[in-house]
C-alpha cells in the first residue's frame, strides 16, 4: 500500500513540476523575463564587478554538495519572507540545481520591487561546467 501511495505522489509530484516548468517557458518567452537570466560567463562577470551581491540557492538538498562561494541556502518557500526585510536595491543572483526554481525566485523578487535580480541560466550545473569556484 506504502508503494502506490508513493507511486502517485510522484506521479503527481512531477505533472505539477511540468506545468510549472510550462508555464515559466511560456512566461519567459511572451513577458520578456528571459532579461533576467545570465549564463555562466555573465554571472561570473558580474560577481567580479559587483559588490555585495546576494547569491541565493534554492537547493536545499543539494546546498551540501555544492554551492556557488558565498552562496546563502533558502528554500523556495521561505523567500518571501526572507526577502521581506532586504534592500530592495541590491542585486541578486538566483540559482538552483534543478530547472524552474531560479526564474520563479527571481520573478518574485522582481514582482516584491526588487530592482537588479537575476536566474543563472543552466543552474549549478553549467557553472560547474563552466570551471567557475564551488564551495
Do not use: C
Not at 506504502?2 to 513577458?31: E, L, N, R, W
Amino acid at each position: 500500500m506504502k508503494a502506490s501511495h508513493a507511486m502517485v505522489f510522484y506521479a503527481i509530484f512531477f505533472t505539477i513540476v511540468a506545468v510549472v516548468v510550462a508555464g515559466f517557458t511560456y512566461k519567459q518567452t511572451t513577458s520578456g523575463v528571459s532579461s533576467m537570466w545570465l549564463t555562466p560567463q555573465e554571472a561570473k562577470e558580474l560577481l567580479d564587478k559587483t559588490t555585495g551581491v546576494v547569491i541565493i540557492d534554492l537547493s536545499p538538498r543539494h546546498y551540501d554538495e555544492g554551492h556557488l562561494p558565498g552562496a546563502v541556502n533558502l528554500p523556495a518557500s521561505t523567500l518571501p519572507a526572507a526577502a521581506s526585510g532586504w534592500d530592495k536595491n541590491a542585486t541578486y543572483l538566483v540559482y538552483s540545481h534543478w530547472t524552474g526554481a531560479p526564474l520563479s525566485g527571481a520573478e518574485l523578487l522582481k514582482d516584491a520591487g526588487f530592482k537588479n535580480v537575476y536566474a543563472l541560466k543552466g543552474n549549478f550545473g553549467a557553472w560547474v561546467d563552466s570551471g567557475y569556484p564551488v564551495e
